[in-house]
């Protein structure tokens, strides 16, 4: 069966414990996410302020991996979450090598995607050619919103569409979603979407989300899929 023209993928960092509530919600729909997690902070508690909220930022256990992200996908963030194009080569390697091979293991088949940690300016060419030389991702996310849909060529510096909930991007989301659905294209095109899940605690977005679920899934001429099927065509 040929798969339609467009496509639609979750990108969802940092492997809390909200992830669990938001699985839920793109099984409900039948929408795929993928999961970018440090595996060596795996079981760690903590919190985080976003907009002067403090809400828990608490990972999950390593045990939990498989059977939670079971049907998506599990991707790299790095051991640590460090800022890699402040890192030398070796530690590049380390961070993100090391980190794909433990989630390799946790999740039960070969990690191949990575999302870039930290804000600001998280990525550069050099650290972009580190990993593609020297590890066995296959593709990387910055956090540059592009707002528009057309496929990008450089994998490892790929960039989202847009970010989720926040609130300078609320009316962004829901105007992109119906332009995208509007479209009838005659190449392929992509809408990414990605955040962190402990934001629709600190934000209250979840039903807002859930709005937005319901509106872009069950329409046939939309492909779900996670990062890794969507971008290279790779099923896990």
């Known amino acids: 069966m040929t798969r339609p023209l467009k496509s639609v993928t979750f990108s969802y960092d940092d492997g809390v ?26 079981g760690t508690k903590g ?10 930022h608490n990972k999950i256990d390593p045990k939990d991996v498989r059977a939670l992200y079971a049907g998506h996908e599990v991707a790299v963030h790095t051991l640590t979450h460090p800022n890699l194009t402040q890192l030398s080569d070796e530690e590049i390697i380390r961070q993100v090598e090391d980190d794909r091979l433990h989630l390799s293991e946790l999740a039960g088949y070969e990690v191949t995607g990575m999302a ?15 990993i593609r030389e020297h590890t066995g991702i296959k593709y990387a996310r910055t956090i540059t919103s592009t707002y528009a849909f057309e496929p990008q060529e450089h994998l490892y510096r ?20 119906e332009e995208f659905v509007a479209a009838k294209p005659d190449s392929p095109l992509v809408f990414y979407i990605w955040g962190h899940s402990y934001e629709f605690d600190a934000t209250e977005t979840w ?3 859930e709005e937005f679920c319901r509106f872009i899934s069950g329409r046939e001429d939309i492909f779900y899929g996670t990062n890794r099927e969507v971008l290279l065509g790779e099923s896990l």
């Open 17 to 42: 414990t909200q992830d669990i509530r938001l699985v839920e919600l793109l099984n409900k729909y039948g929408l795929k996410g993928t999961f970018n997690l440090n595996s060596g902070l795996l």
């Open 47 to 56: 919190e985080v302020t976003v907009n002067g909220r403090t809400v828990s």
């Open 116 to 130: 870039y940690p930290c804000g600001g300016v998280n990525n550069d060419e050099r650290t972009a050619q580190v």
């Open 158 to 177: 790929f960039h989202p569409t847009v970010y989720h909930v926040m609130e300078q991007d609320r009316e962004i989301l829901f105007r992109l979603a």
């Open 207 to 209: 039903e807002y989300f």
